[in-house]
């Protein structure tokens, strides 16, 4: 290790200043981390050593207030003088410093600088002097990039993760004074790799619960090394990795959770051609179903993302401004991020205000932006494991049943956390739990819902829920069976014309608002299953749509129930058959939607620690913070909600606001932060009420108590 005293005479930190009290925290200081609120990264290229202006790049930065900036060490290409093998210095990097310089320019404003590496990529030389490092196909050969051929991917199992990676960080340490470290492009986002080197053969098949075991091994493994790695230098610093991929995450996030101490999601955009405005807030509840607290920050790019890419581009600003809305409304901390320095902060400059304006608000705020807990007491259960291993019937995607349930969720303005499904032990804090198609649940995990029902707890759940367990082995009634009084009669069926409908047998809650109508739609799939006394909805059997002279019903009527319902003392139980929530998102059924919220409400027995009311759809999250509680409003009222990008705003009016409060709290101030002004309120029966004159894109309401 390499003292201070060396490294100034070595004129490797040339950065004393402003900066030192700040970034040589005591040792002690571990946590440092949780108190970040603003996080900035330039992501270099290999022109910008002789492309841009270093300084210009730290004004941009300390002028946004950021806490940190990762600075690129890249292992793909290294920014900086480096011995380690294969380790290939950029074409324009010359004899410079440059990552040296850029953590020297960083540190003299006071901003922690954290080194950046990529392991998944190599040149063709380290392929032949270590075979062994890269990922091979089933014919066995290296897999090449198919972006650009001269760079192969590594393998996460080989040498390269233990021997390589390892090198470059000792390395850092042994030159610079860095505050974490950093991985991009590991641990995988969003898929698990498929591989077949000589370690990989010797791994359970991929893409299979056994493997993922393996898979979340190696990612422990990997990241307590590269911990005690960081550590090395100084007890404050850390290693962290890129995260993210929502729902959808390759590692267990459950197990990573506890492990990081950042949470760091690359979820910079919408990605795809159909992605609903929401899926920033998603990744929020995300982390913060296994973060319990500890820091979590969310990438804006402001390159432009999405299904087809210009890295070097600006997207919309309202597209952006959105993004960093939802970050920080679902309570993580910003991170604006703009791609290589020609561009980033030359060829095009739309991108840099409008980050620095979204930052500078929120450096007024702070202290409101800082949450101790959720105050939300519906829990919406994300099973990992069916988001992995899970096969939805053919035509159907994985990703619709979320899709489906969060809308209704927002059309209902419901306030919810996203729950962990390895986080079943403790539910106390949850009146209702929704379980959208969570169809692999272990034994023990529908032993915890089971005790969660039996002490009073609620649950919602959907088509083939409980049908597998955590190996993914098809059980053959519903793991859930006793607890929702079901019983599994036939095979998954779908249909070739008319879907099926929901006849309504009785009048109940979860009917409200049908009227001049013995039918609903039902679902595009269905899981049969046995007669139950007393059913709200049965099964007419779908039938032929074209030609319409053959549009009748041959069975009009069935004992197949199309909802079961239950009431065990404080206990609401509701299973749905049909995939319900899918088939709402694809067909855009409004009935669908109505008898979704009219059920969610009836689980959690009208029951809601805040309530809003007014036009729109909103997202809404309500966080108990430092000075009181704050409630955050997201406005998607708006034509590109479901696709596209964010074009303009499109304000809507009053949203009244009612939350309850904790015993001997007293509610001194209402503050608008977007409006930035005061407003009035009405303390009430242990509640407090105000009215929001109007939401933009956003407003919290933060409220002081004493
Ligand atoms: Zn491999």
Redesign the pocket.
């Known amino acids: 290790m390499i003292d201070r005293r060396t490294l100034l005479k070595a004129g490797l930190s040339a950065a004393p200043l402003a900066g030192m009290s700040f970034a040589d925290a005591p040792s002690s200081d571990v946590n440092w981390q949780r108190k970040i609120r603003r996080v900035g990264q330039l992501n270099m290229t290999e022109h910008d050593p002789v492309a841009l202006n270093v300084e210009e790049w730290a004004d941009y930065w300390a002028s946004l207030k950021v806490d940190a900036v990762l600075v690129s060490v890249t292992g793909i290409l290294a920014f900086y003088q480096t011995k380690v093998p294969f380790h290939r210095k950029g074409k324009y990097l010359g004899e410079r410093d440059f990552f040296g310089d850029c953590c020297a320019a960083a540190r003299k404003r006071g901003i922690h600088a954290i080194a950046r590496m990529s392991p998944d990529l190599n040149w063709e030389d380290a392929t032949q002097a270590h075979p062994e490092w890269f ?2 196909d089933a014919q066995g050969n290296i897999a090449r990039s198919g972006e650009d051929q001269r760079l192969f991917f590594t ?1 996460m ?2 040498t390269y993760m233990t021997d390589y990676i390892p090198a470059i960080m000792r390395e850092i340490n042994s030159l610079y004074d860095v505050d974490g470290h950093f991985t991009n492009a590991w641990p995988p986002l969003g898929n698990l790799p498929v ?1 077949y ?1 000589e ?2 053969r010797q791994l359970p098949r991929p893409g299979t619960p056994a493997y993922w075991d393996k898979f979340n091994e190696r990612v422990v493994y990997l990241w307590k090394l590269y911990d005690s790695i960081a550590k090395e230098k100084k007890p404050s610093s850390f290693y962290f990795a890129n995260l993210g991929g929502g729902i959808h995450s390759g590692p267990n996030l459950k197990q990573l959770g506890e492990l990081c101490e950042w949470f760091q999601c690359d979820n910079q955009g919408r990605g795809g051609d159909d992605t609903p405005i929401w899926g920033c807030s998603l990744q929020g509840r995300v982390c913060n179903a296994v973060q319990k607290g500890k820091m979590a920050t969310n990438v804006t790019g402001a390159w432009s993302t999405g299904a087809v890419r210009w890295r070097n581009v600006h997207k919309s600003t309202e597209e952006a401004q959105m993004w960093m809305d939802e970050t920080l409304a679902s309570g993580m901390v910003p991170y604006y991020h703009l791609i290589g320095g020609e561009n980033g902060m030359g060829e095009d400059r739309r991108g840099l205000e409008p980050g620095r304006q979204y930052f500078q608000w929120t450096a007024r705020h702070d202290r409101h932006f800082v949450n101790k807990r959720s105050i939300a007491s519906l829990g919406v259960v994300m099973g990992q494991r069916t988001h992995l291993f899970y096969t939805p019937p053919r035509g159907a995607a994985m990703s619709q049943y979320m899709d489906g349930m969060y809308y209704a969720l927002l059309e209902g303005r419901f306030l919810f956390d996203f729950v962990h499904e390895d986080n079943l032990d403790d539910l106390k804090k949850y009146a209702a739990l929704i379980l959208p198609n969570t169809a692999l649940l272990s034994d023990e995990q529908c032993r915890q819902l089971r005790a969660y029902a039996d002490g009073g707890g609620s649950l919602l759940a959907t088509f083939e829920t409980s049908m597998y367990n955590e190996r993914n082995e098809r059980r053959a009634d519903f793991g859930l069976a006793d607890v929702f009084g079901i019983r599994k009669a036939g095979d998954v069926k779908g249909t070739t014309g008319n879907a099926f409908y929901a006849r309504i047998e009785r009048r109940h809650e979860i009917l409200d608002g049908f009227a001049g109508t013995n039918w609903l739609p039902g679902a595009e799939f269905r899981l049969p299953v046995a007669p139950v006394d007393g059913a709200v909805l049965t099964v007419v059997p779908g039938f032929v749509a074209y030609p319409p002279e053959l549009s009748y019903p041959t069975q009009p009527r069935t004992d197949e129930p199309a909802v079961v319902l239950r009431e065990e003392g404080k206990s609401r139980l509701a299973y749905f058959p049909g995939d319900i929530e899918r088939t709402m998102w694809r067909s855009g059924h409004t009935d669908l939607s109505r008898l979704l919220r009219n059920t969610i409400r009836w689980v959690s027995g009208g029951r809601a620690p805040v309530t809003i009311e007014g036009e729109g759809v909103i997202e809404a999250f309500a966080w108990e913070t430092e000075p009181g509680f704050a409630v955050h409003v997201l406005n998607y009222t708006n034509p590109n909600m479901h696709r596209g990008w964010v074009r303009a705003f499109h304000s809507i009016g009053e949203q009244k606001v009612r939350m309850t409060l904790p015993p001997g709290r007293r509610v001194t101030r209402v503050e608008l932060l977007k409006a930035e002004t005061n407003i009035a309120f009405r303390a009430t029966g242990g509640a407090v009420e105000f009215t929001i004159p109007k939401v933009v894109d956003y407003e919290v309401a933060a409220v002081s108590t004493a």
Do not use: S
């Open positions: 990922r091979r393998c199992f080989t591989c080197c370690q990989c």
